[in-house]
T-cell receptor, first 114, second 116 residues
Framework: NAGVMQNPRHLVRRRGQEARLRCSPM?????VYWYRQLPEEGLKFMVYLQKENIIDESGMPKERFSAEFPKEGPSILRIQQVVRGDSAAYFC????????????FGPGTRLTVL | AQSVTQLDSQVPVFEEAPVELRCNYS??????LFWYVQYPNQGLQLLLKYLSGSTLVKGINGFEAEFNKSQTSFHLRKPSVHISDTAEYFCAVSVSMKTSYDKVIFGPGTSLSVIP
């Protein structure tokens, strides 16, 4: 059973470009969470999605950031017009339900903005 | 508001010595508690979790944690550490939201360095 997949593992963008981060949850999991980890800091919740629905986006910056989890395909975290402050590791986690199930984490995407 | 505190940002310890990583949480409702480990350049891996029942929880790699409701703590312990335990450790709390899903709040992490 493959784990949570994230790609790319490393992404370099220049200021003003767009970044697209992909997350494929574990088989049978329909709940996806995105977190951001800044250097020397813990994980900060960004958004929680179920298939085709955003359940909680309280941790998402109001501008430039968006997320989706379509009926088919991976979940996408999209950052438009990236700035240097967006440089971080972005982790995706999945769970089989939105209850108190364990969240299983992917290896992360490390975004560097030049 | 719920929060998780990990009092020690860095813990150096000699190989084969015991270690305790501290975690305190604040919540007015019942919680589930987790410890995750993050090895360099990797994602988080679940070490152990407390849902209910016995307050002493055993996890992988010889780690265990004890839930203390009165002190709102969930400290992680290992009686004898190995070099391979060098990693970042995160305590987390799962809290029920009004929208009937559970939100996980992570502590800032404790960096464990095992010295040969």
């Amino acid at each position: 059973n493959a784990g949570v997949m994230q790609n790319p593992r490393h992404l370099v963008r220049r200021r003003g470009q767009e970044a697209r981060l992909r997350c494929s949850p574990m088989k049978g999991h329909s709940h996806v969470y995105w977190y951001r980890q800044l250097p020397e800091e813990g994980l900060k919740f960004m958004v929680y999605l179920q298939k085709e629905n955003i359940i909680d986006e309280s941790g998402m910056p109001k501008e430039r950031f968006s997320a989706e989890f379509p009926k088919e395909g991976p979940s996408i975290l999209r950052i438009q017009q990236v700035v240097r402050g967006d440089s971080a590791a972005y982790f995706c986690a999945s769970s089989p339900s939105g209850g108190r199930d364990t969240q299983y984490f992917g290896p992360g995407t490390r975004l560097t903005v030049l | 508001a719920q929060s998780v505190t990990q009092l020690d940002s860095q813990v150096p310890v000699f190989e084969e010595a015991p270690v305790e990583l501290r975690c305190n949480y604040s919540s007015s409702v019942s919680v589930y508690l987790f410890w995750y480990v993050q090895y360099p350049n990797q994602g988080l891996q679940l070490l152990l979790k407390y849902l209910s029942g016995s307050t002493l929880v055993k996890g992988i790699n010889g780690f265990e944690a004890e839930f203390n409701k009165s002190q709102t703590s969930f400290h992680l312990r290992k009686p004898s550490v190995h070099i391979s335990d060098t990693a970042e450790y995160f305590c987390a709390v799962s809290v029920s939201m009004k929208t009937s899903y559970d939100k996980v709040i992570f502590g800032p992490g404790t960096s464990l360095s095992v010295i040969p």
